[in-house]
């Protein structure tokens, strides 16, 4: 049963209509999203993790659907290049999990399923490279497409997946306003009673989601929620954007080692999402757009600046007020871990649905620990992406000492260098990263060379028998743009 009140969703970027999906579907009929067309959005490509495909079902949209009325495209994991040394066949590749027949690794004896991450350690173990190892990263370097077998995820352009989201909005009844936030008024409690745009129009509400970007509009400036830094523990503070104008299809995010950041490729149908994400301590925007020329061997065009500060409210829920997507947090999107974060912490409200009809203090409190704690772990592991050999630039010497890592981070990679890391451990972590991804990162930073698995090796199927069955099944796969143009014929509206 849905509660009688009014929500609003300030904000119309792609926090602000998951939010208002998610909130018409599990909390209210009366549903109001406030957008301003003429301030817009920060509006790049973007890249997201497996779980948006169920949060997508969740709130009735398939996902191919997304992909055929945004010029999406599938996303098979994360191909990392020049994160240890300046050259070419410096590449390692975060995958997601397979699954079915392609995940059905066991050890005689001992385990009868689920044994992938011994199947990784035993790789790493025998020095072979992970990326010929694993069907999902053969898979994407082959360019094709396994809808059935991996864990994927999705790359679409925001622009237009605000449009298509806010085209199912208007199907479903939720009211949309165009116009410039001002101020609200409180109730004698504090809480939120009223939203007041600039030209003076007022909206009542009983709930708010704050999805006002960067700016925080309301937990942030009005609520005075404190912000909580990262800038201890993570270097960049600046991006430019330059996108190309081709059509990228293979089915993976590209992230590039730069002298001071990294790039990022998105690819799409209709074109590659691109931007240089730096560190504005040792260069500017103007050095910034020289070095992606010169590593490219192209003429750019810088389409936006986009300046940030890494780091969270200190609590995202406050009084009647959730802020998400930009007002709630910014870690850079190295794991495309933004919308993640998002739509995690939507899925979570739906066991607070009493504490939005009568707010709670504890189980307020239990939330905002909870996404603390999401948002602290994301923070972790982009750190440690950072543990490099690279020492080409004044960036790359200085971030083991300028950028310090938190007590967990230290234990993870004090336990992955001794080859100590289990599945036990990683146990119990909401919304953290999975053992698997540990294990292969790692890997990919060289933070070990070898791994003791002893007692583990007795695999089924063994390597050899495995990296067989993965070469008879991917010549079958179709092309990315074979599979995308029958997605498209299938899903457009």
Known sequence: MKLNKKIIVLGGGTAGWLAALFAKKYISNDVTLIESKKLGIIGVGEGTVPSINDFLRSVDIHPYEVIANTGGTIKKGISFERWNENNDK??????????GPFNQHSINGVFSHECKDYYIKNCVSKNLDLKECLWSSKVAYANKIDHENVLNALHFDTYALGDYLSTKADERGIKHIDGIFEDLTLDDQGFINQIILQDNRKFDCDFIFDCSGLSKAIIGKKLNEPFISYSDTLAMKKAIVIPKQEAGYYP???????????????????????????????????QAHDEVEQFYGEDIEVKKVIEFDAGRMKNAWVKNCVSLGLAQSFVEPLEATSI??????????????????????????????VVDEMVDGVRDFI?????????????????????KMSDYLAWIVDCLRNGELKFSQMRGQYAKFTLFSWLVVGNGMKLFTKYNNSGYED????????????????KHLPTSKE????????FKI
């Open 90 to 99: 410096d590449i390692y590749f975060h995958n997601f999990s397979d699954r």
């Open 483 to 490: 599979w995308y143009n029958t997605t498209n014929a299938n």
């Open 383 to 403: 750190r440690f992406h950072y543990i490099s050999k690279r020492n080409d630039s004044e960036f790359w010497r200085d971030y083991p000492e300028k950028y």
């Open 459 to 474: 695999m089924n199927p063994s390597i050899e028998e495995y990296l067989k069955f993965m070469d008879d099944n991917i």
């Open 340 to 369: 993640f974060v998002t739509t995690e912490m939507l899925s979570l409200l739906k066991h607070f649905i009493n504490d939005i009809q009568k707010f709670n203090e504890n189980s307020v409190k239990e939330y905002n620990n």
């Open 252 to 286: 993976y995010t590209k992230a590039i080692a730069m002298k001071y950041g990294w790039t990022f490729e998105i690819p799409l149908q209709h074109r590659i999402g691109r931007g240089y994400i730096f560190d504005s301590d040792y260069i500017n925007e103007s």
